[in-house]
């Protein structure tokens, strides 16, 4: 049976899920350490009270909102759906929307690679396009704002909010996308911190005496 610590995490992680949110937006939110979100998050430390109202605060909930009583398999969204992904790696199917998926599931920093020269209807603005003409543009996604990307996806690409001199909603066909680069969050479950090497004792310098005329 679960401890009710866990279900608090579950709890914790079903709002942070539905608000389309990561352990990097939280930190982002509440100014508490990303690290230190993030191993509370994932269960590898303890909570504090301060850090749990912090959290809920910015969540917009309250500790009487907890719905301690539900296992991690049967938390539901509002929507009734399962809060979980729901999709699964394919290696026959779309691989850009699979790498998407990935990216804002893990809610870990990513970025991509597009061809610049194809992205005349991508709503990105002109003078962007302009800077990167003649090569590939790299776009890079912080986790701290993945609920602000609002990704869409369709049959045949993905739509995002992106941020140059202002939102935009940008679209990319799946076929102007040729790379992409994961910043995976280490666990550091079983790491040790080692500590600084001490400073090496100053060695006393002899004493010269100097004769002068």
């Known amino acids: 049976m679960s401890s009710p610590s866990e279900q608090l995490l579950i709890w914790l992680r079903d709002i942070i899920t539905r608000k389309k949110m990561n352990s990097a937006g939280v930190a982002s939110m509440t100014g508490l350490d990303k690290g230190r979100v993030r191993k509370i998050l994932a269960g590898q430390e303890p909570m504090m009270v301060d850090e749990l109202l912090t959290i809920c605060s910015s969540l917009n909930v309250t ?93 045949e690409g993905v739509q995002l909010t992106l941020s140059f001199d202002a939102l935009y909603r940008c679209r990319f066909s799946w076929d102007v996308i040729i790379q992409f680069v994961f910043f995976p969050e280490s666990a550091e479950t079983n790491l040790v911190p080692t500590p600084p090497p001490e400073d090496p004792e100053p060695e006393e310098k002899p004493t010269h005496l100097r004769l002068i005329k």
């Not at 998407?100 to 690679?113: H, I, Q, S, T, Y």
């Not at 194809?118 to 993945?146: C, F, T, W």
């Open 63 to 155: 500790p009487s909102d907890m719905g301690l009583g539900a296992e991690a398999d049967t938390v539901k969204a509002t929507n009734g759906e399962s809060s979980k992904p729901s999709w699964h790696l394919d290696p026959f199917g779309n691989h850009p929307r699979q790498l998407f998926e990935m990216g804002f599931a893990l809610g870990c920093d990513f970025l991509f690679l597009a061809k610049t020269d194809d992205l005349e209807d991508s709503q990105i603005p002109e003078k962007v396009r302009a800077q990167h003409a003649g090569r590939n543009m790299a776009i890079r996604l912080d986790a701290a704002y993945h609920q602000y990307n609002e990704p869409e996806y369709y049959d």
